[in-house]
């Protein structure tokens, strides 16, 4: 990968986490999707970044991949912005409860430039270690996080913070 101050990553909380359900048409959803367009928009525009990673869980990574390419379609990023799916483990999807997300999931898949597999199995340390490879890989930590402390996303923001990132908590906007 290339220098990192040019890649952001997204790291966020799963649906009904804090009652959001990422449901399109929900006040709620509409107004996350705006911050996290402005948010990708702001990053590539002033900060040069043109690399997303995305750690493929359900609810704001998905989501959030998803706006990276609702702009893309849309030309209102750079042509060579790309997208990285970073996966856990090889079956993730498999362990995806619901058809909307496992739908999602593939589209990002198909839709990324490349992917990374971070452990060979599944376990708590396949997910510590996607998060660790999103932090040590992205500058900028693109966040729905709702400051608990004891969630995988609060995991990636302590890495983050530890390590000097840029963090944009879009649940704080």
């Not at 079956?91 to 593939?106: C, P």
Request: net charge positive.
């Amino acid at each position: 990968m290339e220098d990192i101050s040019r890649i952001a990553c997204f790291t966020g909380h799963r649906p009904r986490r804090d009652g959001l359900l990422f449901a399109p048409g929900e006040a709620r959803t509409e107004r996350l999707a705006e911050r996290a367009e402005d948010a990708i928009r702001l990053l590539c525009a002033q900060h040069g970044v043109r690399v997303f990673l995305c750690g493929m869980a359900m609810g704001f990574d998905l989501f959030a991949a998803q706006r990276l390419l609702d702009l893309k379609r849309r030309g209102e990023v750079p042509e060579e912005v790309a997208l990285i799916a970073v996966l856990p483990y090889p079956q993730h999807a498999w362990d995806l409860k619901q058809e909307r997300w496992r739908r999602t999931h593939r589209e990002v898949l198909q839709c990324a430039q490349d992917q990374f597999v971070v452990s060979s199995q599944r376990g708590m340390d396949a997910f510590r270690r996607r998060n660790a490879f999103l932090v040590a890989h992205a500058m900028y930590v693109v966040a729905y996080w709702s400051h608990d402390i004891h969630s995988g996303t609060g995991q990636t923001v302590r890495m983050a913070q530890q390590q000097d990132r840029v963090l944009l908590n879009l649940y704080d906007l």
